[in-house]
């Protein structure tokens, strides 16, 4: 039997990466043992899968979490970067520190099992470890010059996981994520967290604020195509990667007017009219700093996918998470 | 007065460094006020400069390192690419670990300083953050994926060093040396050591061993030029890097087969029947995977100069360290 271990368990993209495993399944086995972990965990979140509380800044979580064994660990669990950008020591702890004491506690299950656990480590990067001025479109061959905290800490945690995966102490991989978009529920400390609120509000009836112009053009895909992505890695042949680990993902790129545009063909003027400019220098100085649009080659080729317009986008969020959804 | 710490200051470089900077002082200050911090120091060293032993591996290391408060650092320690990759532990230890405990001790007193300490750091990266497959060139836009253990620790070092400097804690920038050569003294442990010791040896009448074809390609830059880099980036405005801190500089591309024909003009002959070729297949490995040439732009355009033939590189070796060398 697969054992699973979902760190950030409790967060969107940990959810719904639950709720597909307990619905179908990973990599053949039909009911994978799955643990969650978080710091938290919502109060109506996925039944089925082992939850688990605790503080990753803690080298001994570290080491109790390895010592689980779990044959794939997806490691969705951060500090996101808007409140990394505020909180230096409390990001770089949690972001790139904790990185370090689960590697090194897996390496030292290596070890002892005599080299026969190689646990697969899917940990979710972000497009944020690249840095302007950009190319049009950044291909995979494009530095990391992160100019945030979170996106530097991000960057770090795909050196090691290659390099403890080049020395055959894990079998992991990097995936930079696309700003995810529509997040169901609140907004988050996220800088990206308007990029979904100027949809979700309109869609629930409740004003948005939009903080940046909406010349503003960004890269997105949506929570279903995030899970997606997590599986898809999970089982991948990681020899196809050829040492370099860390892949840009595909996505939709758009400005936010082309976003409000796709909120209108779906949901009319009334929801666009929801929608309040207010801008905010500190939000609009960190975006505007990140990636406009992507050629994200390797993933393609690797059999990575996500929608093709923000339509779709819009559409997932109406389908499944919209509060009365139908699926 | 300016006050200067080299880290490292024991090795060949930092020795290089100290001894330019007693002759010429830094940044219009003729008699700064040099600590050379090693694990150890060659016997007859540098005159002139304090010295300080330790283990940069200790945290309170780093703390007392800080306390001294120097202007600028030069941090050159490190454990060389051989050993990080054989010796795992005290790789990521000493080249990454060593390097976020100084930025923290650093980021200490900056904060106990109310902000107006921001010591200058000039950190020695290398080559080694760049792996296969290249262009013919590596511009400065190409990633860094590293294929050893001491890249990855080195294009860490440059993140942490860039975001602590954005950050306004430091002043930092790191470079990435190319292969020096030709080096003084004995082979040591890096897997580049073969690169000087098919020069120096001939020329001291002592046979050389040759691990590799001579097909191989590689960069590199006198002892004389490093030196020169970091006593050029140790005053150079920070503001014209835009953030990007890391550069590539630049060096002479040749092959190990015009590595030997320039021997052969500098010596004759029976200089070059010294070399004898010895295929080592873990050195191969490793060296196989570096990089081979450069379009470092961003750092001619900054003002950073090298030598422009391997002659040139040879006669640096010839004029300052063959021993009876007249400089």
Known sequence: MTKILILGGGGMVGQKLAARLVNEGLGGDAAPEITLFDVAFPPAGVGGPAQMTGDLKDPETAVRLAAMKPDVIFHLAAIVSGESETNFEKGWAINMMSMWHLLEALRQEHDKSGGSYVPRMVFTSSIAVFGAPYPDKIDDEFLSAPQTSYGAQKAICELMVTDFSRKGFIDGMSLRLPTICVRPGKANLAASSFFSGIIREPLNGVEALLPVPDT????????????????????????????????????????????????????????????????????????????????????????????????????????????????
Chains 1, 2 share one sequence.
């Open 216 to 327: 503003v053009r960004h890269w997105h895909a949506s929570p279903r195509s995030a899970a997606g992505f997590l599986i898809h890695a999970a089982s991948l042949d990681t020899d196809r990667l050829e040492g370099r680990r860390a892949l840009s993902l595909p996505g939709v790129s758009c400005t936010v007017a082309e976003q409000i545009e796709a909120l209108r063909r779906a949901a009319g003027q009334k929801a666009v009219d929801l929608i309040r400019h207010a801008p905010d220098e500190a939000i609009m100085k960190i975006v505007q700093g990140w990636p406009r649009d992507f050629d994200p080659q390797r993933a393609i080729s690797l059999g990575f996918r996500a929608e093709s317009s923000f339509d779709e986008i819009v559409d997932v969020y109406i389908k499944e998470d919209l509060p009365n959804a139908t699926a």
